[in-house]
């Protein structure tokens, strides 16, 4: 079974700079997408940004980016320039891939991240 | 918003108690997902169906179940409700996996029971 740890519970960062929040997953796929997702205090579940197994460059959405290890196993989540809408918790996800066929996210238990003004 | 629509928002029921929950995915979204969010536990995996079949099943008790209608629609059932299945519950929908689009799951606003 896949298994995605998240081994940060908390983290904190003063605005406007850079934080990175670690993830590593643990399967036998070689196929397979990952998610950073962000849940606010109003818990919705929003999607950061995502990252397709096979390719090798990196992801990266306005002032997030990830650094996507595979041999490694090894998901980490960038966000520069942090504002104080980024505070939230942030959750890592595998989504493993076959031919079009729809699999479940199994989710870290997530990293929560406070932004100092 | 995702497009995903989740019913009712907040429900308050008793102990023993039978409760509904209801989902419409994204437009032409054919799996739909259910999770379970309790304030110490993470994301729990419930079920997922797929155009209509029960596709995959994760911690999800006996007591719960989950179907999905011919318009796609799907509803999650909880009966003989403990206060231990107070939860934020979420519902979650893609479409057929197509690496043109990224392969994503889509989270309606979730479903807050409190069981009292």
Redesign the interface.
């Known amino acids: 079974a896949q298994t995605v740890t998240q081994s940060q519970p908390e983290m904190s960062v003063q605005e406007a700079e850079t934080v990175t929040l670690s993830c590593t997953y643990d399967t036998s796929e070689s196929d397979y997408y990952l998610f950073w997702y962000k849940q606010p205090p109003s818990r919705q579940m929003i999607l950061v940004i995502r990252q397709e197994a096979y390719k090798q460059q990196n992801a990266t959405e306005n002032r997030f980016s990830v650094n996507f290890q595979k041999a490694a196993k090894s998901f980490s989540l960038k966000i520069s320039d942090s504002q104080l809408g980024d505070a939230a918790m942030y959750f890592c996800a595998y989504r493993r891939w076959s031919g079009g066929s729809n699999y479940k996210l199994t989710f870290g238990k997530g990293t929560l991240l406070t932004v100092n003004p | 918003d995702s497009g995903v629509t989740q019913t009712p928002k907040h429900l308050i029921t008793a102990t023993g108690q039978r409760v509904t929950l209801r989902c419409s995915p994204r437009s032409g979204d054919?799996?739909v997902?259910w999770y379970q969010?309790s304030l110490d536990q993470?994301?729990q995996?419930l079920i997922?169906y797929?155009n209509g079949e029960e596709?995959?099943k994760?911690n999800i008790l006996e007591r719960f179940s989950a179907q999905q209608f011919p318009d796609l629609h799907s509803e999650l059932n909880l009966s003989s409700l403990e206060l231990g299945d107070s939860a934020?519950y979420?519902c979650?929908s893609?479409p057929?996996?197509?690496?043109r689009i990224?392969?994503?799951?889509?989270?309606g606003?979730?479903s807050w029971l409190t069981v009292v």
């Open positions: 054919l799996s997902y969010q993470g994301l995996f997922q797929y596709r995959a994760g934020l979420f979650a893609s057929r996996g197509d690496r990224g392969n994503t799951i889509y989270f606003e979730g």
